[in-house]
């Protein structure tokens, strides 16, 4: 038995404005202090609870912030299929908080019904392409609303990958349509981390397709002299990501931004400035630039 | 195939042979053993610190090092099968008592048990706790036939040899000098509840231990009573519906059809 949810929200939109990632130790001062950013974000996962306290904090700062859904469960790219009762779950979330938007990755966490709590990569075969597309339809069509697909940060590349990964988010916003959740952050994590330049990944992605950017931080791990980027949301948005950041700006003019802190959380009030220096660059990208304005290729920094 | 590789991904990322993954991987700046190694590292160690949010008084009690493997072993032994973090644990005590390097520390199944029960308590549904004006609107002869259905956030965890709730109690991750707690002080059983919106965890009498699972049973009031009274002869039956009706165990009553 559940207690029907006490207040009735309706959607509101997600602003062209700096949001934050919701996490747990920041809820009570979220409660209390009503800081001020544009719009939250929570993931999913963590509110399919059946009811108590987790849920009723959610409700009480709905009331003041409009709020994004972001999946990290659903597996879009599991080749299975989706699991239906958690397609299920998802909606009747949805349909109490009346998110603005809703998200999941390009990714797969789910094989044989067994969940591995990671967003682990696809190759990029045509393949993969129609398995993800697939998936993305029945999401879209369980929860009865567009959602958008973000960009993995990886690791791995596979031998028998043969479309770019810019190439492959482009072409699943194209057959399904879908929105694209452009993560600068995984962007350079990848680039880096695969030794390839961010600047045509941006170049190739259909800006008019672009519903929310993430920006988060990452930390360096050194393997025998080579640095690998690990995409912990544990650190300060990085210097590139900021400037990367920019640059898509620059080209898609207004949107909404989200800066994500995981792990090694730190007060809400360094979330805050980093919303602010991202609130920022999204202030000075929407003077004078119309949206879908490509402007000049970008290059590397 | 796509189906193949994430097989063999999930075989090697569970502790399984991961060459099949491997062998899928472009070897590129660093090997693909390392590469792959992050991913079972994110998968391993995100899974052993959702347990670790979970049975914050187990990780306490064994040590951050015992209970990080610990966690490993289960989690590949019995992972996920919902993507739902909230919902991953309710096997951990029951393999922390099979597990053979824990042998030596007998308690921690139940201590374990009583961690669940508090997360499983704070997720569980929503629902209005049961009014003193519902019983006390009865007549007095209706009251032994009443059946009570528990919140559904109410627990009763009862532990056949060991003191769960002082260990528990001792051991909070807040307390920074936690004395030892002797394991053969007797029995204890745990009642947790979410009366408000805040999970209360209280030990209870071997008694109203009785009257609670009886009731939960859905046993009428006066077996209950009786049941109580038959493990622990003072049970006061008045003190413990008083203390029931302010923890917010039960949320409704009715009356047992003759």
């Not at chain 2, 532990?159 to 807040?174: C, E, G, K, R």
Request: hydrophobic share 45%; proline share 8%.
């Amino acid at each position: 038995m559940t207690t029907p949810p006490s207040t009735e929200f309706v959607v509101d939109p997600i602003p062209a404005s700096a949001g934050i990632g919701l996490r747990h130790p920041h809820v009570t001062d979220f409660v209390t202090r009503r800081p001020p950013v544009g719009w939250i974000e929570v993931h999913s996962e963590n509110y399919l609870g059946a009811g108590g306290p987790r849920l009723a904090a959610l409700e009480q700062i709905r009331r003041d912030y409009p709020l994004s859904c972001h999946g990290v469960g659903l597996s879009l790219g599991s080749w299975e299929g989706l699991n239906v009762d958690h397609l299920a779950r998802l909606r009747a979330l949805f349909d109490r908080f009346q998110p603005g938007l809703v998200s999941e990755h390009v990714a797969w966490s789910v094989q044989d019904g067994t969940y591995l709590n990671d967003l682990l990569p696809l190759p990029y075969t045509e393949e993969a392409l129609t398995i993800l597309c697939r998936n993305v339809e029945q999401a879209q069509e369980a929860f009865g609303r567009r959602i958008l697909v973000e960009n993995p940060s990886s690791y791995v590349s596979f031998a028998e990958s043969t479309i770019p990964e810019w190439e492959f988010m482009a072409e699943t916003s194209r057959r399904t349509g879908c929105g694209l959740l452009l993560d600068v952050n995984n962007i350079h994590v990848s680039a880096h981390n695969h030794r390839f330049e961010p600047g045509p990944y941006l170049d190739a992605i259909p800006l008019d397709m672009v519903g929310e950017v993430h920006v988060a931080g990452h930390f360096v791990h050194e393997f025998d002299d080579q640095a690998i980027l690990i995409d912990d949301h544990g650190a300060p948005v990085a210097d590139a990501v900021w400037a990367l950041l920019r640059e898509a700006l620059r080209r898609l003019g207004s949107v909404p931004v989200l800066v994500e802190w995981d792990t090694r959380i730190p007060p809400l009030d360094v979330l805050l400035a980093e919303a602010e220096k991202a609130q920022a660059l999204i202030d000075i990208a929407s003077t004078g630039r119309v949206r879908g304005d490509t402007g000049a290729p970008v290059h590397a920094s | 195939m796509l189906r193949d590789l994430q097989t063999q991904f999930r075989v090697g990322l569970l502790g399984g042979d991961a060459a099949p993954a491997l062998a899928s991987i472009e070897n590129d700046v660093i090997t693909p053993a390392q590469r792959f190694g992050i991913y079972r590292n994110n998968v391993l160690g995100s899974l052993a610190g959702a347990l670790a949010a979970a049975f914050p008084v187990i990780e306490r009690l064994v040590g951050e090092r015992f209970f990080r493997a610990a966690a490993r072993s289960f989690v590949q032994q019995s992972p996920p099968t919902v993507p739902q973090l909230l919902a991953y644990g309710d096997g951990f005590p029951a393999f922390l008592e099979a597990f053979p390097p824990a042998q030596s520390v007998r308690y921690l199944g139940d201590v374990g048990r009583l961690e669940w029960g508090r997360v499983d308590s704070m997720f569980a549904a929503d629902a209005p706790a049961l009014e003193p004006s519902a019983l006390t609107s009865l007549p007095p002869e209706a009251l032994a036939d009443l059946l009570f259905a528990a919140h559904p956030a109410t627990r009763l965890i009862r532990s056949a040899q060991f003191p769960i709730h002082t260990i528990w109690q001792v051991n909070q991750p807040s307390n920074p000098d936690p004395r030892p707690v002797d394991p053969g002080l007797g029995a204890e059983a745990v009642l947790v509840t979410r009366p408000g919106l805040a999970v209360e965890t209280n030990p209870v009498t071997p008694g109203d231990a009785v009257f609670v699972q009886c009731l939960l049973q859905q046993q009428p009031l006066a077996a209950a009573a009786e049941a109580a009274l038959g493990a622990e002869p003072d049970f006061d039956l008045q003190g413990a519906l008083a203390a029931h009706l302010g923890r917010g165990t039960f949320s409704r009553v009715m009356q047992a059809s003759r």
